[in-house]
T-cell receptor, first 115, second 112 residues
Framework: AQSVTQLGSHVSVSEGALVLLRCNYS??????LFWYVQYPNQGLQLLLK??????LVKGINGFEAEFKKSETSFHLTKPSAHMSDAAEYFC?????????????FGQGTRLTINP | KAGVTQTPRYLIKTRGQQVTLSCSPI?????VSWYQQTPGQGLQFLFE???????NKGNFPGRFSGRQFSNSRSEMNVSTLELGDSALYLC???????????FGAGSRLTVL
């Protein structure tokens, strides 16, 4: 079984500041991990994913995340926030390649960017 | 390539009615998954279809059902609607053997 905990339902940062969104997971099998972003009235857009290999993964729009097995974490970061980053962000885990379509999502973190 | 297309985008139903939502996956994608998104429960997996067969099912009552056609298009049906079924229903498709889902914009259902 898998589960995801996103720490902080709301995060607010200033434009140009570091963005850090926290995600911890639990999985009984080697996990596949994902970050998705959702803008108002839209579906989910994939930011980045970790399956195997390099633990630091880079995604779109300047985001990156690091898989830390010992800490069961997959935190999302961006060095400098832009106003366009304001959205809701979801961390998700799946049970590897056997269940890749069955994602378990965290509750989401709403990111607000202050000018 | 066109993205994942969901219809209708918005609909309003009353309790006890039934609803059918449609999803057209990206061309060439044979796997289609459905998710329900609500403020209280968040994003929850409903079911997944591959080559017209249900391959995975989430923990939802039997009122929620789906099917997939030979062209990979999928529909989901909710019968005897309840107020709690008000949600954004998201469809996602993926290539065979791939581990990434591409989501549609969703169908927002309001049950009055």
């Amino acid at each position: 079984a898998q589960s995801v905990t996103q720490l902080g339902s709301h995060v607010s940062v200033s434009e140009g500041a570091l963005v850090l969104l926290r995600c911890n997971y639990s999985s009984s099998v080697p996990p596949y991990l994902f970050w998705y972003v959702q803008y108002p009235n839209q579906g989910l857009q994939l930011l980045l994913k970790y399956t195997t290999g390099a633990t630091l993964v880079k995604g779109i729009n300047g985001f990156e995340a690091e898989f830390k097995k010992s800490e069961t974490s997959f935190h999302l970061t961006k060095p400098s926030a832009h106003m366009s980053d304001a959205a809701e962000y979801f961390c998700a885990v799946s049970g590897g390649n056997q269940g890749a379509q069955k994602l378990v999502f965290g509750q989401g973190t709403r990111l607000t960017i202050n000018p | 390539k066109a993205g994942v297309t969901q219809t209708p985008r918005y609909l309003i139903k009353t309790r006890g009615q039934q609803v059918t939502l449609s999803c057209s996956p990206i061309s060439g994608h044979r796997s289609v998954s459905w998710y329900q998104q609500t403020p209280g429960q968040g994003l929850q997996f409903l079911f997944e279809y591959f080559s017209e067969t249900q391959r995975n099912k989430g923990n939802f009552p039997g009122r929620f059902s789906g099917r997939q056609f030979s062209n990979s298009r999928s529909e989901m049906n909710v019968s005897t609607l309840e107020l709690g079924d008000s949600a954004l229903y998201l469809c996602a498709s993926s290539e065979t053997g791939a581990n990434v889902l591409t989501f549609g914009a969703g169908s927002r259902l309001t049950v009055l």
